[in-house]
Each structure stands twice: as C-alpha cells, then as structure tokens.
C-alpha cells in the first residue's frame, strides 16, 4: 500500500495564485480548441495531442498540487476529485490512489530510463509522416484538407531515397501497406521499452502522455511543460510533412532537399535536448511516487 508523507503545506493564497497561472498560461492552447470543435474545424497541429492522446481538455486545465503537498484554507472543490482527501494538514491527494497506477507509472519509467541511457538517433530525417501517405488512394489521406505539397509518384520516390527508419511504434502503426515493410524493424507495443530513443520526436512528445499517467499526481505546472514541449515536436513534425500547411502559417521544411533536411535535423536535436531534461525530470517525479508505495 501507498504511504502518506506530506512535504509541504501550501497557504490558500499560495495555491490560489498558482490556479490562476496555470490556468491563463493553458488557456491559448485550449480555447482555440474548444471553439474548432464548436464549428466543427479542425487544425492539423494544434488539435493533434487533444486526439491522439485520450487526455480531456479539463485534465489540462485543472491545477493540481502534486502528492505529499497539503493545500490549505477553504480546498473542499478539490474534495469533488476522489483521489483527494481532509487530512490534519490540509486537503491533500490520497496516497491510496497511487496504488492503482503502480503498473502504468512502473511501465513509464522502464521506458523513460530505458530511452535516457541510449544515444539519440537523427537519421529518420522525419520520413513517418511520408511513410503514412505513401502510395496511398486519395480518399484515404488523413488530413484531406490540405493538399501535398508533392505529387504521390515524388513522395514514393523520396521515401524510397531516404528509407525508413522509425523506431516508434505508435508512429509506425499509422505507415501505409506498402511502406510496412520498408522499415528496417518492424516495432511492436512489446519492444517499445527496448526500441525507443531519445532523438525521436515522438518520444520526446510522449513525455506529456506518461505525465498524464500519473494525473494528478504530479505537478500541473510540470504536465503544462510535457505539454508545452510536445506541442514543439508536433510543430515540426508537420513542418517536415509532406503536407502544405502554409495557410496555417507553417512554412514547410523542405525534406527532398539537402537544406530541408539540415534544417531538421538541427531542430531535431534541439528539441532532444529540452526533452532530454525534461525527460529527467518526469523520470525523478515518477521515481518519487514509486518510493511512497509499499
């Protein structure tokens, strides 16, 4: 069982201000959201990690203090949530809802760790999205709002020159039939703790997915950095999509020349290096949760 330690005690002033932070600080990524879905539109980056990852708008927007914090003063609306509970110090999370997450925030770390200790790779040149409208119908493409910024017979063509590399899985299981078995190895949910690498951006945006494995146990201000981060990654990765999205205002990088392909990997690397501390950082909250379970 989950072992209560309280850490800190937070005046109600305190967490007050913090609610307010947070909640101006998401507010430019939810409410265009929310109004897309009012009229029915949609945007092919900003409403990705709203789909993709099954996490409501509300998890987002809600603050949280993170475990062993005590919130002082008048708390009862956190007593709505039921991993919340009264205690001497204050309204704090109950470490009995660690418990149930003991086997998703363990899987989180073997893979965080796993990810942390390889050496990045930069050599995917960002060919995913172009493996997943590769020799593809029309009717099939999956944001058919936007055209290709080349014909089909070209992207075949550039995928063939490049070649596949994709190491994650959850990007390789959207390629086409054709682009399958193309892929040097053929990833799996079961190898992803073994496959996955620090220099995939898709890596590096999951961070915010095994934050939320936790919710709402970590820190809200922690899980809007993860979300932040991964909101950077899928900005490239559409900017290096075959995809033309300049109506949006992403000028593309353009992969079928040598200067495109510099120019990601570049980004690329820097987006490892803030998902590499960041990735630390998940691992050390995760880690800190772990010890209160006995």
Same mark, same amino acid.
């Given at each position: 069982m989950a072992r209560a330690t309280y850490d800190d005690s937070v005046k109600e002033q305190e967490w007050r201000g913090r609610q307010v932070t947070h909640a101006a600080r998401v507010e430019p990524w939810v409410r265009p959201r929310l109004e897309r879905k009012f009229v029915g539109e949609k945007h092919p980056v900003d409403d990705f990690l709203f789909d993709y990852y099954p996490y409501s708008i509300g998890k987002l927007q809600s603050w949280h203090p993170g475990f062993g914090v005590a919130l002082e003063g008048d708390a009862d609306e956190f007593l709505l949530n039921k991993d919340y509970q009264r205690t001497l110090e204050g309204v704090t999370l109950n470490?009995?809802?660690?418990?149930?997450?003991?086997p998703r925030i363990e899987l989180a770390i073997a893979i965080l760790n796993n990810t942390a200790a390889k050496q990045p790779l930069f050599n995917c040149l960002g060919m995913h999205e172009?493996?997943?409208?590769?020799?593809?119908?029309?009717?099939?493409?999956?944001?058919?709002s936007y055209a290709l910024r080349l014909s089909p017979s070209k992207i075949a063509a550039l995928v063939d020159?490049?070649?596949?590399?994709?190491?994650?899985?959850?990007a390789f299981r959207f390629f086409t039939h054709d682009a399958i078995p193309l892929n040097v190895i053929t990833p799996t949910r079961e190898m992803q703790p073994e496959l996955e690498?620090?220099? =995939?951006?898709?890596?590096?945006?999951?961070?915010?997915?095994?934050?939320?494995? +936790?919710? $709402?146990?970590?820190?809200? /201000?922690?899980?809007?950095? =993860?979300?932040?981060?991964?909101?950077e990654a899928r900005t490239l990765d559409m900017? +290096?999509? $075959?995809y033309d999205?300049? /109506?949006?205002?992403?000028e593309p990088i353009l992969m079928e020349t040598n200067e495109g392909r510099a120019e990601y990997i570049k980004r690329q690397q820097a987006l490892h290096q803030l998902g590499a501390e960041l990735r630390l950082q998940l691992l050390d909250h995760l880690k800190n949760l772990c010890s209160q379970l006995m």
């Open positions: 470490p009995a809802g660690l418990t149930k997450r003991k172009w493996a997943m409208v590769y020799n593809i119908k029309p009717d099939e493409v999956r944001h058919e020159e490049v070649g596949l590399r994709c190491t994650h899985f959850d690498q620090p220099g =995939c951006v898709h890596a590096t945006m999951d961070l915010y997915k095994y934050a939320m494995w +936790a919710f $709402p146990y970590l820190p809200s /201000e922690f899980v809007a950095d =993860c979300f932040a981060l991964a909101r900017q +290096a999509s $075959p999205l300049r /109506e949006l205002g992403y």
